[in-house]
């Protein structure tokens, strides 16, 4: 099984970030989008053919949230603080007073939502209350 030390580096790499400064932030979307992702699917553990859905996710979230960070400011395409999702164009909470409390979970459900196709190949039924 997968890790959220493994998405880290396929993040890192593909936002072409040049340091590891702001991986503790980062962290936190790739915590939250494993929290979101394992509740729909209904596991326990991530499946290791979401490797790199899960780090799509996380940059996904990131671009839409963040786009207001140097770093991240640089690999989004488009009009400032609007990222196209899938087939949806999403603002994120750009401006001077980080947007991650303010539109954080509306982000991460549209990314989940998003991405509902390649996760519902892993998705566990439950019957009942057990699992």
């Known amino acids: 099984m997968i890790t959220a030390s493994d998405v880290w580096p396929i993040v890192k790499l593909r936002l072409d ?3 590891d400064t702001r991986k503790p932030l ?12 394992l509740h729909d699917i209904n596991h326990r553990r991530m499946p290791d053919g979401l490797l790199y859905v899960w780090a799509s996710m996380v940059m996904d979230a990131v671009r ?15 009009p400032a603080g609007s990222v196209k999702v899938g087939d949806t164009s999403v603002s994120g909470g750009g ?5 991650l409390a303010n539109t954080a979970k509306s982000v991460i459900d549209q990314v989940v939502f998003n991405y509902r196709a ?14």
Do not use: C, F, K, Q
């Open 26 to 37: 980062i962290d936190t979307y790739i915590a939250e989008i494993e929290r979101r992702v």
């Open 118 to 131: 390649d996760l519902n190949h892993y998705r566990r039924m439950t019957w009942g209350t057990g699992r």
């Open 64 to 78: 839409v949230d963040l786009p207001h960070v140097e770093e991240i400011d640089e690999t989004v395409g488009g």
């Open 95 to 99: 401006g001077s007073g980080g947007g």
């Open 17 to 19: 970030l040049p340091d």
